[in-house]
């Protein structure tokens, strides 16, 4: 049985076979091809904290993947990630335990920073070069370095977070190479942005419709839970196209769930990524319109980046 | 983090303490204090396996577990173990991963084993001697060393089996002081039976109501999925007092399941091992009637067990 660390995981990654490995993940999913049993879950309400369990299994794949989540919001103030976690990937022929993929979450904030890029780059103007991004987590910083890596060294990105200082800290953590800054004034970043990307844990909308641009793409990846809310329900309301990695959970507990409790949307007209990647006319169909690709994470994501895991450690041996 | 595989675990489980743990656990679960999500599952139908996640936290605990479990009937034919498994420890204070016990079965084996012999123990008849084991694989086996241990070294084992040879090498592996001999005659070995314990993956009833004397007691631990039972229908429905580790369990996919969908036996009749464990009046009234205990096993026992395990592991560090 394989077992590896955090380290040992990230330094397996390479980032551009994890983006293919994404991708496939968006369209398997899309095409119906992902077993995906519902999430399991259980709370700790003495101790505020939560475990997710979410596995499936992918049409063909000679393995599948659980994986285990956990978020413990008190942890920080013990100088601890809020954030663990681990993979187990298993055998589909046999039920054998492949390898243990003790994480602590790195998989799942480097495939989510990957997914943000793909919707980006699948659904905002060609011309894009102006990316703000609202968040000062890791995720954040793992959205603007897929967003480099996946379009364009030459993106300019703005980063705003409501802590100044873990902004500044985020900045710093970012290669040299990406042209990024820190700025404090969230409407103007806004309205002067090719691309909004979201990463918070905000359960109150942080974007306000009129600062929207006309042709201007968001790429909301922080509500990923019921009570969370990025954008102003109007923001949705109001854009030409609704996006997400897989619609039921966005109108379940992402970003979309709010808008459409309240009838303000039209659920059919969500269209799901994996079908603009099989079929890239789905997605914006004029440099005029606001786009919104709500993203809350997909088992067939976790699935993938595993596979990448364990696909380059076998090559080392 | 703790990383133990089967034989360190195996070697780690002292049977008094376990047999005390999973007690405790049958206790807790009857009074509420387990909190049990729904169990998952995925199902693997190119090669007839599936996968059963099962998780809970027992109130006031500092640790949860998620034990994930396979079963691969096809692996048998490849000389592998048909099941296969580990269980995830984690704190419930922080969400960090304590342990990763790569048991491949041998808890839930061990569990289960004393889970049979503690409810026996509770409800046959004191002056118990004779017990007929149905069954010849490692769960047979462990009942009868688990009965042996917390019952009584004088117990009169009859094993029989469906597979002469399998059931001739259980009776080997079964260690020299247990007094345990193979019977072809499966009625006769009934008949003259104190307890009969089922331990087979039947899907068709096995035990018939007319070889069943008054007095008898059954522990019938093979029935954990939908499909399987060991008795025909007119033994439950016969029998003087139901008694279950969980009864939801067994109404829904336990022995219980079949003659309760036909509308043969009163649901409310059905005792909890937990509440008689508290209050021992609850067990068989009278030396000359039939008892039935059901056990499909609990979530609470495998954490139990994996509580016995990491105890002991911290007892060596």
Redesign the interface.
């Known amino acids: ?1 394989i ?1 590896l660390n955090r380290d040992e995981i990230e330094a397996l990654i390479d980032h551009d076979l994890a983006a293919e490995a994404v991708a496939e993940a968006y369209r398997a999913t899309s095409l119906g091809k992902v ?1 995906l ?2 999430v ?3 709370a ?1 309400p ?2 505020a ?1 939560d ?1 997710h ?1 979410k ?3 992918v049409a063909g794949d000679p393995f ?1 993947v ?1 994986k ?1 989540a ?3 919001p ?2 920080e103030a ?1 100088g ?1 990630p ?5 993979s ?1 990937v ?1 055998s ?6 492949r390898a ?1 993929l ?1 994480d602590e979450m790195v998989m799942t904030d480097i495939r989510t920073g990957i997914g943000g890029a793909i919707a980006t780059k699948l659904l905002a103007r060609k011309s894009s070069l102006k990316i703000t991004v609202v968040g000062s987590g890791v995720q954040a910083r793992r959205q603007i370095e897929s967003h480099a890596s996946l379009m364009s060294e030459d993106l300019i990105f703005k980063i705003w977070g409501r802590s100044v200082d873990k902004t500044a800290a985020a900045v710093k953590a970012v290669p040299e190479t990406i042209n990024v800054s820190q700025v404090t004034d969230l409407e103007d970043a806004c309205r002067n942005a090719d691309v909004i990307v979201t990463a918070t844990g905000s359960t109150s909308p942080l974007i306000q419709s009129d600062w929207v641009q006309p042709g201007t793409h968001i790429t909301a990846v922080g509500a990923d839970a019921l009570g969370k809310q990025e954008l102003e329900s109007e923001v949705v309301v109001s854009a030409d196209a609704l996006f997400a990695d897989l619609a039921s959970q966005s109108l379940d507990h992402g970003e979309f769930a709010i808008p459409a409790a309240n009838h303000l949307i039209d659920t059919n007209r969500i269209v799901e990524i994996g079908d603009v990647l099989a079929n890239p006319g789905c997605g914006k169909s004029s440099d005029d319109h606001v786009t919104v690709a709500d993203l809350t994470g997909i088992a067939a994501q976790d699935i993938a980046i595993a596979g990448v895991v364990l696909n380059a450690f076998m090559a080392t041996v």
């Open positions: 049985m077992s077993n049993p519902p399991g879950h259980i700790f003495d101790h904290g475990c369990i596995y499936g299994h599948f659980i285990i956990t978020g413990f008190g942890n013990l601890q809020n954030g663990n976690g681990l187990v298993m589909a022929e046999t039920g054998e335990v243990l003790h």
